[in-house]
C-alpha cells in the first residue's frame, strides 16, 4: 500500500511540474509578444502623437503590412499633452531619420495598430531617438458626425 501511495504521489508531482512548464512557456511567449520582455534582436524608438486611441502596450507596429515591432510603453507628457510611445523595433530594419509614424486601423470595425512609412534620407534613425512626423489617430464618429451634419461650409455656399 505505501509503494502504491508513493506511485501516485510521484505521478501528481510530475503532472504538477509539467503544468507548472507550460504555464512558465505561455508567460514568457505573451511577455515577449507584447514587448514586456525585451529581445535582444532589437532597438527602441520613441514618438510623440497627439492621439493614440485604440493604441495599447503590446499593439503592432508594422511596415508595409509586416510586423517590424511592438509598442512597449505608452505615458502622457504633462507638458506637451502628447502620447509619448516608446516602440521596439526589429534590429534588421533600419529606418531613414525622415519616417513618419501614424496610427491606421484595420477597417471600419477593425484593431488599430501603429504603421511606418519609410522616407528616403540616406542616415538612419539610431536607437533611442524619437521619430519626428507622427499622426495620430482619426475619430470615425468625428468624420461621421462632420459628414452628417455638415461643418457650415454648405450654408455658405447657399444663396440668398
Do not use: C, W
Request: glycine share 12%; proline share 4%.
Amino acid at each position: 500500500m505505501a509503494a502504491r501511495v508513493m506511485a501516485e504521489s510521484r505521478s501528481e508531482i510530475l503532472v504538477g511540474a509539467a503544468v507548472l512548464a507550460v504555464a512558465l512557456g505561455f508567460a514568457a511567449y505573451a511577455a515577449r509578444g507584447t514587448g514586456l520582455m525585451r529581445t535582444p534582436d532589437s532597438y527602441p524608438l520613441t514618438a510623440s502623437f497627439r492621439s493614440i486611441e485604440g493604441i495599447t502596450v503590446g499593439s503592432d507596429v508594422r511596415l508595409a503590412g509586416v510586423k517590424v515591432g511592438t509598442v512597449t510603453d505608452l505615458t502622457l507628457n504633462p507638458a506637451t499633452f502628447f502620447a509619448d510611445a516608446r516602440i521596439s523595433m526589429r534590429k534588421d530594419v533600419l529606418l531613414p531619420v525622415d519616417s513618419t509614424i501614424l496610427v491606421s486601423s484595420e477597417g471600419l470595425l477593425g484593431g488599430s495598430f501603429i504603421e511606418i512609412l519609410p522616407g528616403g534620407a540616406m542616415e538612419n534613425l539610431e536607437p533611442g531617438t524619437e521619430i519626428e512626423d507622427t499622426q495620430g489617430a482619426v475619430s470615425v464618429i468625428t468624420l461621421l458626425l462632420k459628414f452628417v451634419g455638415g461643418d457650415g461650409a454648405s450654408e455658405e455656399l447657399a444663396v440668398p
